[in-house]
């Protein structure tokens, strides 16, 4: 058996110095991590960075000396001249930063070039928006962007091609906001959240464009290159509210055209509004569109007292309630028709089952009529009814502030409305009518008192004359009395006559007087529209205020016409034709046999065919007049007498027919003897 060889043992060498020096060492180190534990290395490290400045790198490699490892020092010359020259090169450094960060000018474009440039954008961008809508709802925003420019052109361009932009994407209903409709927490679909997200895209850029639209109308002329611009959105907010009455924001579009109708200065842009509010005003199938025109006209007049145009007041002559609603109405209340109650039927047995079809059908059909937005008459009454209270409400204030140019168009519109005035409001307006004949006469008689036109300032409001409108006091006192007759016409008059006690004896009288007078007028047989050369002599304010007579639609009968429809209805009244008494009939024939000895050929047709019709109704009652043996009255006919009554008719004879049969014109001849067989044919 082999022994097992004997462990060697690895003997140390003897210490030497390089030995001494390692110990020493690893005592230093032990040392060293003693005291590591007792020192505050943030706080130096936060003095040494506050109390000195920060050393220079040093690039050199360590070098090993005597077994230790030492960093090789610069000598303090070559440190000096490592930060000269870091110097140096931080200032090149910035200087080329200096450079990178100056801006490039761009050359300057041409105008004509970023108007074709702006063009192929909006026709790009417009395409992009007929083709693809919900996919290219970003594109409104940039249509936006566009119209931001200083150019004239790009804004017009910009202006046009967003109406037209507009007008194809707006929808058939109004767009809620996303919160009104979707409950919290609802998940939708793919389609429909891209379909609210085109709409809210749609909404939010075409409150822009009203805006734009709004602020660019009011621009004033003369301002360099901006003329047009003016006119350009006034045209698009009368596109885009005749073509969407329904949409939203409508109401700012209303405001842009009132706006524009407050100025009393005509123009294209003035017509453009006018024509845009009346297709608005008889399009209008829901009423709240025309009720929120109406209200904002109401409220333009009042703000400006009522010197606008007296087109404007025409507008209401446009509602659609005047043939629709059946309501009666004043300027404080409404008053709607009784709906009958419907006959009680007799009930019909139905099973459980069948009950519960019919709830069920009646349930669908009342989804189908709101789907299909179906007009509601209760809201359509109750819009009108709120419409009607605000046009009766303006008419009467301008009945009380006696506004002269306007006066022809209320009193024609009052008229219009007379079958939807309350009886209640109906003595009122009898009252004021009787006060501006008053006035009228007051007025008339002052101007041709030469006095008072003497001791009056011929150099006093020289500058107000021209705003100041002419008055016609003769004209406005036939339009009164021919607007209480057509009031008492339009109501059921008997019924209305008894219960009120109506007394309109004061416009018979008034027309009596005035009947003389109005056969001298050399301009009876003058409209609005005639052809008629200015008169020299008279001030420039009056041939001014003619020439903007001329385009009226409204107020535009001659003075004959207005005397023709007084006295129609004064003598052949249409609710009860037989009760004129004979006193009125006879002095008001002997009256017209006169004037027509002095009004021009047509006037004297007019009125000889009056008396013709009044021959046939009641012939037998003035027949007197055309033979002296049968004269009833004693005494001697006054035709200046203060009422017809007191004029003791049937004293005259009728002997102006004799002269009127000599007449040049022989229409006016054959008027006579058609007159005269009339009459006499009835005895």
């Known amino acids: 058996m082999s022994s097992r060889p004997s462990k060697k043992r690895k003997l140390t060498p003897p210490q030497s110095e390089d030995e001494g020096d390692s110990l020493s060492s690893a005592k230093i180190q032990r040392s060293f991590f003693q005291n590591a534990a007792k020192w505050d290395l943030l706080e130096d490290q936060y003095k040494a960075r506050k109390g000195k400045k920060k050393e220079k790198e040093n690039t050199r490699l360590p070098v090993k000396r005597d077994g230790r490892v030492q960093a090789v020092v610069l000598p303090v010359e070559n440190l000096k001249e490592i930060d000269d020259d870091w110097l140096e090169d931080d200032g090149e450094e910035a200087e080329e930063e200096e450079e990178e960060q100056k801006p490039i000018e761009e050359p300057a474009i041409p105008v004509k070039q970023q108007i074709r440039t702006a063009k192929e954008e909006l026709a790009k961008l417009a395409s992009a928006l007929n083709e693809e809508p919900y996919e290219n709802a970003a594109a409104f ?102 073509a969407h009455p329904h949409f939203n924001f409508r109401s700012d579009l209303i405001n842009i055209l009132v706006w524009k109708l407050s100025s009393r200065r005509t123009d294209a842009d003035f017509e453009k509004c006018l024509s845009a509010l009346i297709t608005l005003f008889t399009d209008d199938d829901e009423g709240r569109p025309s009720f929120e025109a109406v209200s904002t006209l109401c409220r333009m007049m009042k703000a400006k007292d009522f010197l606008v145009h007296e087109s404007v007041v025409t507008l209401f002559l446009h509602l659609r309630l005047i043939s629709e609603f059946s309501g009666k109405a004043s300027n404080e209340s409404v008053d709607l028709p009784m709906v009958e109650s419907r006959k009680k039927q007799k009930k019909v047995f139905r099973t459980k089952r069948e009950r519960k079809n019919l709830k069920e059908e009646r349930a669908l059909q009342k989804d189908m009529d709101q789907a299909s937005a179906n007009v509601l008459h209760e809201e359509r009454d109750r819009m009108q009814s709120e419409c009607l209270k605000a046009v009766f409400a303006t008419y009467f204030r301008i009945l009380k502030l006696r506004t002269p140019h306007l006066m022809g168009t209320v009193l024609e519109g009052l008229a219009k409305f007379s079958h939807l005035i309350n009886q209640q409001f109906f003595g009122d307006l009898l009252e004021a009518l009787k006060d501006l004949i008053r006035y009228s006469d007051a007025d008339e008689n002052s101007s041709e008192d030469p006095e008072a036109a003497a001791g009056a300032d011929p150099n006093d409001d020289d500058d107000d004359d021209d705003d100041k409108p002419t008055r016609n006091p003769t004209r406005e006192a036939l339009l009164c009395t021919a607007t209480a007759f057509a009031l008492l016409a339009g109501q059921d008059a008997h019924n209305a006559k008894a219960d009120l006690h109506l007394d309109l004896s004061f416009f018979t009288t008034h027309l009596w007087q005035t009947l003389l007078p109005l056969s001298q007028n050399a301009d009876l047989e003058l409209g609005a529209r005639s052809l008629h050369l200015p008169d020299p002599d008279a001030p420039a304010s009056s041939s001014s205020s003619r020439a903007d007579t001329r385009s009226n639609k409204v107020n535009l009968q001659t003075t004959t016409v207005l005397l023709v429809r007084c006295l129609t209805a004064v003598l052949l009244p249409p609710w009860n034709m037989r009760s004129t008494p004979p006193l009125r009939l006879a002095a008001f024939a002997k009256q017209l046999a006169t004037a027509s000895l002095h009004v021009p050929e047509r006037s004297a047709q007019a009125l000889l065919a009056l008396l013709a019709d009044v021959g046939s109704a009641h012939g037998r009652k003035i027949a007197a007049l055309w033979n002296t043996e049968e004269r009833k009255g004693d005494g001697v006919f006054d035709a200046l007498a203060r009422a017809e009554e007191a004029s003791n008719p049937f004293a005259a004879t009728v002997w102006e027919g004799e002269i009127l049969r000599r007449h040049y014109c022989p229409k006016v001849r054959d008027a006579v003897k058609m007159m005269e067989k009339s009459i006499m044919s009835d005895r």
Do not use: H
Request: with cysteine; glycine share 6%; hydrophobic share 35%.
């Open 141 to 242: 925003k940039a249509l936006t962007k566009i119209g931001e420019s200083n150019i004239p052109a790009i804004v017009t361009l910009s202006l046009v091609t967003r109406m037209a932009v507009y007008k194809d994407l707006i929808p058939g209903y109004r767009i809620r906001p996303i919160s009104d409709d979707r409950p919290p927490g609802e998940k939708v679909s793919k389609e429909v959240r891209t379909i609210q997200t085109f709409e809210q895209s749609l909404v939010s850029g075409y409150q822009t464009y009203v805006r734009e639209l709004a602020r660019y109308a009011k621009t004033r002329r003369g301002a360099a290159g901006w003329d047009g611009i003016a006119s350009v959105a006034i045209t698009c907010a009368s596109s885009l509210l005749t």
